[in-house]
């Protein structure tokens, strides 16, 4: 069953290769309902006009329309991820051949897609009841580009 909300992202011509990519960094990933243009349209015919696929159980919708429209840090992926080393291995993947290392655990892929891969350890650690040991993650974390559990976890015990 499709989500009732679904992101959908517009591709100035490399959707195809956007999906491909992020097929290749999760591990749960399918591709559903692939259109191409035809004869007339605005790109060679047999360019992937839109596609549906899924990435760890949430749909997409992309669409290759031309140079129009640029993503922006306005909206982000937020990624929870229950180890450290989920954490590597994404950030890693995501800011390959062009990608972009942010801080706080912000990235930009190659496409210019905006994530945050943050480890689900960041909110229970925030969430301290002792509110200099939560300020002291939270001094921590805007330090970092990828979040690093164990320095977290160091700064909650200064």
């Known amino acids: 069953m499709a989500n009732k909300i679904t992101p959908f992202l517009w591709f100035n011509d490399n959707a195809e ?5 992020y097929s290749s960094v ?19 015919k047999g360019t992937l006009m839109s596609a549906t696929f899924e990435l760890e159980g949430q749909r997409f919708m992309a669409l290759n329309a031309g140079p129009h429209f640029k993503f922006n840090e306005a909206v982000s992926f937020y990624v929870n991820c229950a180890t450290q080393e989920e954490v590597d291995e994404l950030w890693e993947k995501l800011t390959a051949n062009g990608g972009e290392p942010g801080r706080c655990g912000w990235l930009k892929d190659r496409f210019g897609l905006s994530w ?43």
């Open 17 to 21: 290769e956007a999906i491909q990519f």
């Open 116 to 158: 945050q891969i943050v480890p689900t350890v960041l909110g229970e650690l925030l969430a301290d009841p002792d509110a200099r040991k939560a300020n002291n993650v939270m001094q921590a974390m805007l330090q970092m580009d990828k979040i690093e559990i164990q320095a977290l976890k160091q700064a909650l015990e200064k």
């Open 26 to 44: 999760f591990k749960n990933a399918k591709t559903y309902d692939m259109t191409r243009y035809g004869d007339g349209a605005p790109f060679p």
